[in-house]
């Protein structure tokens, strides 16, 4: 390990002194030759350009289901954060990790998600950002700024992109250095007290030396009032910059280096209570609450964050920041390239547990984490085969401290204060997790256009070994106040809080690829079928206080996923359009759900485990039309069906374990159902106006469970529990988010009279839908629980000025 860290320290040392800060020229949308700050890439034909298969190619032309939305159409479908690429990519459900703030943002894709949000964890979708990962959902929820374009990809990528995107990746370039002088400054101001400025700047210091910087600030009150305290929640105050560094030294050379920060605070997130769950509900707290509660308007809230409340901060903050170079060598052919890159992510939140004013339980949560990687990669073309292959090193350190409280008295009802009361004695849930990942891939393309003209097959192969390695430090007072603490993974009693240490470790390998052939029926039609596995790597649950939990750690899960495509390229009246279709069937094994653990006295836990086998079947259908050259229509639906195939839960009475059956249980956060419409119509007007255009967007999704991965209708065991015992985890299943649309508009006059000024108007949630963009739902060990859901953003409007010079004008 500590000789692992030496190498790993001068390889990062060697790639930053050879460049001096550069950046990475593809991720997801190639670069040009031409500069950066141009028109996004695109081929001869004018169609957008990706590095699905780590390669440029026409979008047309590659056998993946991905969907590629170019930077400034980002802006015209209000996409201003990864939280909004719903909006535009069919089958990706995007949010923030509810209960956990919402700078840590959870990715699903055709049935798959990370449920579990603390640090050790891992993702079911990979986040790259130029080519270098981002495996921490913290602090993943930063603004879209100045990008080149973002690229979802559907279905496992567990050859190219590795593991733990067992469910799709999601591939974000932001704009390089350009050769030409450049840049703009933004300006946005709207309801709610809504302020942003932008800037742009790209400097080319000599034929061989480019920079970009970019920053930007918004800031926004929150929309959400706690009517104790009188704050607004879900406020935005958040700052970020980004510095490139673009050096060619010679020809066949090139070194790109991307410096990021960002920091984003809030006053906290809302949790509205509309349910209280138990049959039948019989504790008066949450009876009183849940009534009281009802009389508040629909933008108001109460939690126990209040003054002389013995916790009165419910601030969230996120502070990442990131160094990263690509480095590629043309050897004559074969392209060899380098892309290192470290992550530190400071992130601090401070959910309500339960949604009332009642302080059941509180658990603020501090996370530290810092993310090393290490690509050495080799690709090109030789004679029919195109390949690419490489080495590549993950490393994550982190730690996590979770602090849990409770009032042993109730709180008085809304308009009184809150009496005098007692904390519970305090329980220190802390782990440090370091997760290593070494893999070695192959793939290779080939045209076996000789044989039958249009048929090209590719293949391949890769190798993962993962090392996870959890310390635990659980602890819980004896007494409020006491300085004597119980260690709750090996019971010893010691006096203070630096003891309690319990260490374990463990390592998987696991061999994933795929196999896809497909055929060029014609230069418009593409088809194409594949099979590809992916893996989801395992590890330990970190929040665990039972020591034989503790120290079990869950196994990897695997997705077998076979998919037939289509994409066609055709002309109505003239005008060009594509439809683009893709159907697939996936076999999910050993998947990883998470289960609440009781245990009298100490605060309950989730556990991950291997506890179900699904399969799940869909598709999804994207069409581009332009009825007229001033009009292009957009549309894009998903249909996700998952089904357990076999999914159990224990229940122990009087010593005698019962098999419940959860395969009535629905996937949580995912929609049957999801739709992208959009459309932007360009004005008539002069040239020398300027361009003016009107955007309308709208996106729907189907209602979805929350939450908890238990949560079938099954009370009784189908009758084999003894009479009288209910399966408390039964109530989760009226945890359910309603099913809304939200449209969006945008009125644009750019470059007006030349003078390169644009003025943009904008309209989110027009109609002002009133909806829910998340649930939690909590259930005691006696069964009775609260629903609570954190209300989407109202309708937000605002202008917007942007001044462009020199290249960016043009």
Known sequence: MKNLGKVRISMFAMAVATAPMMVAPSAVIAQTAESASESPPADDAGMIVVTARRRNENIQDVPVAVTAVAGEALEQRAITNPSDLMRAAPGLVAGPSSVRGYN??????????NGDGTSGADPSVGVYFAEAPQNSPQGLNSAFIDLESVAVLRGPQGTLFGRNATAGAVLITPKGPGRDFGGYIRASAGNYGFRDIEGVANIPLSDTLAVRAVGKSTSRNGYMRQVISNIDYDSIDAQSARLSIKWTPSEGIESTTIGTYSRARSTGNSAKLIAVTGAPVTNPTLIGSFLAYQNLGKYEFVDSYEPGAPFSDPSNENRTYSVQNTTSFDLGGPVLKNIISYRNIYDQAAPDGDGTRAQFIQTPLVDRI???????????????????????????????????????????????????????????????????????????????????????????????????????????????????????????????????????????????????????????????????????????????????????????????????????????????????????????????????????????????????????????????????????????????????????????????????????????????????????????????????????????????????ELNSPNCTGNGTLPAGVVYVPCYNHNGILPGYGIANFRLDWKNIYNKGIDIGLFVNNITNNYYYSYGVNTLGGNGQGTYYVGVGAPRMFGIEIRASFGSERD
């Open 370 to 708: 810092k993310e090393y990687s290490e690509e050495l990669q080799l690709s090109g073309t030789a004679g029919i085969v195109t390949y690419v292959g490489g080495l590549f090193l993950f490393r994550a350190n982190g730690s996590e401290v979770t602090d849990f409280a409770s009032l042993i008295t109730s709180p008085s009802p809304i308009g009184t204060p809150t009496p005098a009361s007692t904390l519970s004695p305090m329980t220190i849930l802390s782990s440090q997790t370091r997760n290593t990942s070494y893999s070695a891939y192959a793939d290779a393309t080939v045209d076996l256009s000789g044989v039958v003209s249009g048929l090209g097959i590719s293949g391949g192969l890769r190798i993962s070994r993962d090392e996870r390695e959890f310390r635990a430090h659980h602890i819980r007072q004896l007494a409020t106040g006491s300085t004597d603490y119980r260690c709750l993974l090996t019971g010893q009693i010691v006096s203070g809080t630096s003891q309690c240490n319990s260490t374990y470790k463990t390592d998987f390998t696991r061999l994933t690829g795929e196999f896809t052939v497909n055929y060029q029926a014609s230069p418009d039609n593409l088809l194409y079928a594949s099979y590809r596995r992916g893996y989801r790597t395992g590890g330990y649950s970190i929040t665990a206080t039972n020591p034989a939990i503790a120290g079990l750690p869950y196994q990897p899960e695997t997705v077998d996923a076979f998919e037939m495509g289509s994409k066609n390229q055709f002309d109505i009246g003239g005008r060009p359009a594509t439809l683009n279709l893709a159907g697939y069937y996936s076999e999910y094994n050993d998947i990883q759900r998470q289960t609440t653990i009781f245990t009298p006295g100490v605060p309950l836990f989730n556990r991950v485990v291997n506890a179900a086998k699904a399969h799940i079947y869909g598709g999804e259908v994207e069409l581009d039309i332009r009825p007229f050259d001033a009009l292009q229509l957009l549309a894009g639906y998903a249909y996700t069906k998952p089904v357990y195939d076999s999914f159990s839960d224990t229940l122990v009475v009087s010593g005698t374990p019962y098999i419940i059956d959860q395969r009535g249980s629905h996937f949580v956060n995912i929609s049957k159902h999801q739709l992208n419409l959009a459309g932007t119509l360009t004005l008539p007007v002069p040239e020398d106006i300027g361009e003016i255009s009107a955007s309308l967007n709208y996106s729907y999704r189907s209602k979805a469970w929350q939450f908890n």
């Open 104 to 113: 840590q943002l959870i990715f699903a894709i055709r049935g798959q998600r």
